[in-house]
């Protein structure tokens, strides 16, 4: 186990027993990679990390999709016909084990019926306020992954051919990962036109028109941690309006940038963003909150204007991501990922922002 994966451990450890709970049962396999280093996707099969309060850790996983070795946790492998939770309940004791969201209600309530007397408590916010302090592994792979997403998507709008359709494109960008020996599970996100001013349009068959604005929000992930950025550029020309919006919405983005340091409110991140798009006439076409948080997934605890109280920490990694969304005409976004620093922010996309025209 790396130095900093202890540290991960025993602060989850910690962080459960701090509510009296000294079992907790961890199946979300982002949380199993982020304590083990392991990548398993066990499908519907029972996969669950049981966690002790020393820190000691027995993996329940199918013999099908089990690692090979894995020095962080015992591995308690089980074969398709047997009974992995009456296993796991061999191994529990009555009373308080924490379990975390992603661990399935019909695992749950079957678990509770081999072991009674169990009592469950909610694990997910203690789970997620550790996952949200990234070690110096963790921030170095983000940096990485971010900077693989600039090349990437920079070679792809270098080589843009207007004859492809949105989906097209974004099968085009997932070719240029391949070479950032990177990943991805979802298609990246293409707008053109009007669908730009859709925040979470689903790329079709659309193409390019003379004019319209073309917004891409993509990432993958290196090494099992996320990057995340979006882009908005405009086909052969821009009018005044549409550059009167791209640069409120830049803007607000280099002012939330700007005000980020440890003890701020990310709700107040939020709102910088939100009043200088609001001054500019446009505050009711910026229909989303400012962010989230990013790491082992791509969206994590806590966002920028979701209501969470939270205020910013040393070592956090989230997205300042403010838009505007004209409906039936275009649309704006700019988003960077940034690490909460000792002092500001460092922001780890370095893609250009300056509002550009491609197809010249």
Request: glycine content about 10%; overall charge negative.
């Amino acid at each position: 186990m790396t130095a900093d994966r202890a540290r991960r451990v025993h602060r989850m450890a910690q962080s459960m027993l701090a509510q009296g709970v000294e079992q907790t049962l961890i199946a979300s396999p982002y949380t199993i990679r982020y304590l083990t280093g392991c990548d398993v996707d066990a499908g519907e099969r029972v996969n669950i990390l049981l966690l002790h309060a020393d820190g000691c850790m027995v993996w329940f996983v199918n013999a099908l999709c089990a690692p090979k070795t894995c020095e962080d946790a015992a591995l308690q492998i089980y074969r398709d016909g047997e009974d992995a939770l009456a296993l796991l309940a061999g191994m529990l004791r009555p009373g308080r084990v924490g379990v975390e969201h992603a661990l399935l209600s019909g695992f749950l309530l079957e678990l509770m019926g081999k072991k009674p007397g169990l009592r469950p408590v909610n694990a997910t916010p203690a789970i997620a306020r550790v996952r949200m302090i990234k070690d110096e592994e963790e921030l170095a792979l983000l940096r990485r992954s971010s900077a693989g997403n600039d090349r990437a998507l920079e070679r792809a709008l270098n080589c843009f051919d207007p004859a492809m359709s949105e989906r097209e494109f974004g099968m085009f960008l997932l070719d240029q990962y391949e070479q950032e020996d990177m990943y991805t599970c979802w298609p990246p996100l293409v707008c053109f036109g009007a669908g730009a001013a859709e925040p979470h349009h689903a790329s079709g068959k659309a193409r390019v028109r003379e004019g319209d604005a073309i917004v891409v929000d993509t990432g993958a992930d290196y090494r099992g941690y996320a990057s995340d950025m979006t882009r908005t550029v405009f086909y052969r020309r821009a009018d005044e309006e549409q550059r009167r919006v791209y640069e409120t919405v830049l803007e607000a983005n280099l002012a939330a940038i700007d005000a980020v340091k440890p003890g701020v409110a990310l709700d107040e991140l939020d709102r910088i963003a939100r009043s200088v798009i609001e001054k500019a006439g446009y505050g009711e076409f910026f229909t989303h909150r400012l962010g989230h948080s990013i790491g082992v997934e791509g969206h994590e605890f806590p966002t920028l204007g979701g209501g969470d109280g939270m205020t910013a920490e040393k070592n956090m990694c989230f997205s300042i991501e403010p838009g505007i969304y004209l409906p039936g005409r275009f649309g704006v976004r700019i988003e960077d990922l940034v690490i909460v620093t000792e002092n500001d922010a460092e922001v780890i996309n370095h893609m250009d922002k300056k509002l550009r025209i491609i197809g010249k």
